[in-house]
T-cell receptor, first 112, second 114 residues
Framework: EAQVTQNPRYLITVTGKKLTVTCSQN?????MSWYRQDPGLGLRQIYYSMNVEVTDKGDVPEGYKVSRKEKRNFPLILESPSPNQTSLYFC???????????FGEGSWLTVV | KQEVTQIPAALSVPEGENLVLNCSFT??????LQWFRQDPGKGLTSLLL?????REQTSGRLNASLDKSSGRSTLYIAASQPGDSATYLCAVGHGSGNTGKLIFGQGTTLQVKP
C-alpha cells in the first residue's frame, strides 16, 4: 500500500529541546516536502526536496532544518523549538511535479 | 506573488443537492491544480489533479474544471451525501514546475445534512 508515514503523530515538548519528526514514503518518489497547517493561515510549505541531497526553502523555513540522505526519508528537525512552532505538520511526496501528491496523516506538535 | 482563494469558507447543504466549490488564483502561470479532501484531524487526500493543459477531470461524482486565463477552478459534487462532509482544499502548482511547490487555498468546509 502506498504510504507516507510520519512519527510521532502527537508530541508535547518544551521550548529549546531539539526534536525530529520523521517522514518515510514507500513509493520511490523523488519529491518530498513539509507543510505546516495553522488556523486562518492554511497550509504553508516549510521545505522541499527534489531528490537525494537536494533541498530548498519553502515559504516558512525559519527555525527548521531538513535532510535528504536517502530517497525514502525526509526528516524535519527543530533545533530549538519555540511556542510559535506549535502546529499541525504534514509530510508529502510525489513522483514528479505533474503527479498526484500524497500526504502523511499529520503530526500534532505542541511547544510549551 | 501567487494567492489562492476559496469561497465560500463554509457551506451547508441538504443531502442530494448538487454543489459547486470555487477556487481562484492570481497568477495564471501554474503547471497544475489539485483538489484535496481533509477530514478533521486527518491528512489530505488527493481527489483530482488537473494539468495546466487540461480543462477538466472527472472521478465518480466529482468534476473539476480549470480556466487558467481567468484564474478559476471549480469542484462540482453531484448528488451530495453526508459522507462528503469534510474540508475541501485546492492547491496550485506554481513556478517552473521543478520547484515542487504547491500553494494552498484556505479551504471550504462542507456539511451535508441527512
Amino acid at each position: 500500500e502506498a504510504q507516507v508515514t510520519q512519527n510521532p503523530r502527537y508530541l508535547i515538548t518544551v521550548t529549546g529541546k531539539k526534536l525530529t519528526v520523521t517522514c518515510s514514503q514507500n513509493m520511490n518518489h523523488e519529491y518530498m516536502s513539509w507543510y505546516r497547517q495553522d488556523p486562518g493561515l492554511g497550509l504553508r510549505q516549510i521545505y522541499y526536496s527534489m531528490n537525494v541531497e537536494v533541498t530548498d526553502k519553502g515559504d516558512v523555513p525559519e527555525g527548521y532544518k531538513v535532510s535528504r540522505k536517502e530517497k525514502r526519508n525526509f526528516p524535519l528537525i527543530l533545533e530549538s523549538p519555540s511556542p510559535n512552532q506549535t502546529s499541525l505538520y504534514f509530510c508529502a511526496s510525489r513522483k514528479g511535479s505533474g503527479n498526484t501528491i500524497y500526504f502523511g496523516e499529520g503530526s500534532w506538535l505542541t511547544v510549551v | 506573488k501567487q494567492e489562492v482563494t476559496q469561497i465560500p469558507a463554509a457551506l451547508s447543504v441538504p443531502e442530494g443537492e448538487n454543489l459547486v466549490l470555487n477556487c481562484s488564483f492570481t497568477d495564471s502561470a501554474i503547471y497544475n491544480l489539485q483538489w484535496f479532501r481533509q477530514d478533521p484531524g486527518k491528512g489530505l487526500t488527493s481527489l483530482l489533479l488537473i494539468q495546466s493543459s487540461q480543462r477538466e477531470q472527472t472521478s465518480g461524482r466529482l468534476n473539476a474544471s480549470l480556466d487558467k486565463s481567468s484564474g478559476r477552478s471549480t469542484l462540482y459534487i453531484a448528488a451530495s451525501q453526508p459522507g462528503d462532509s469534510a474540508t475541501y482544499l485546492c492547491a496550485v502548482g506554481h513556478g517552473s514546475g521543478n520547484t515542487g511547490k504547491l500553494i494552498f487555498g484556505q479551504g471550504t468546509t462542507l456539511q451535508v445534512k441527512p
